[in-house]
């Protein structure tokens, strides 16, 4: 599998667990905002697929789960492959994803080789603005979000709150879409990498604490909201 980095513990990334975070190469979106554009690029240094599975089998009685992030890690092809030997060691495994393809996380869920799923949702899911990535790419959000409530297996919702993504009418309709009881995580846009400097600098008024509060309350018409 194309694994782009590992971090070897983490308290934050598992929920109520500590973990080890995979981090596929590679990714179908481009969003100007992200903080992890090594492993957006197809092109970055690779790590050993058998090193990080030899790493997660000394560390078995000390982790509790195994986090899959990326990138995107639902765009590689060998995906369900690599997630089968970790289960092999008998982690429980989380995967982070930005929802674009619904029916490897439909098989993944159904062959219970995730046991938790974190979905980004990045604007209003109805129609993706295309400075986030390739339409063809973008359009099946919205199946992931119905995915993921009609299996009702364990999930959470992510929003990164950023301009010009996230407003309150982005979060109205974020919140209506997810409606239900997973909750919904806001987190802060971190300036310090993106992916497209030009594009961030063109909107440098990004929403703050204030904002985020808001945002808070408006999505707690549907959900649980929280800010991360
Ligand atoms: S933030 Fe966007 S571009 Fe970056 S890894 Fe996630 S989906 Fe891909």
Redesign the pocket.
Known sequence: MRVGGLNKVSTLDYPKGVSAVVFTQG?N???PY?H?PD??RPFGTLMDEDGVLEFLKTRVKLLDGVVIS???PTVVADLPEFILKVKGFGYKVKLDT?GSRPETIKDLLERHLVDYVAL?IKADPRAYPPELGPPEETERVMETINLLKRLGRPHEFRTTAAAPFVNDDSVEAIARAATGDAPLYLQKFKPQTV?TPGFMANHPDQPGPEDLYRFRDIARHHLPAFIR
Do not use: I
Request: charged share 15%; aromatic share 22%.
């Open positions: 990714c979106f481009f969003c992200c992890n492993l957006v990326g990138g995107e930005n980004d992916f």
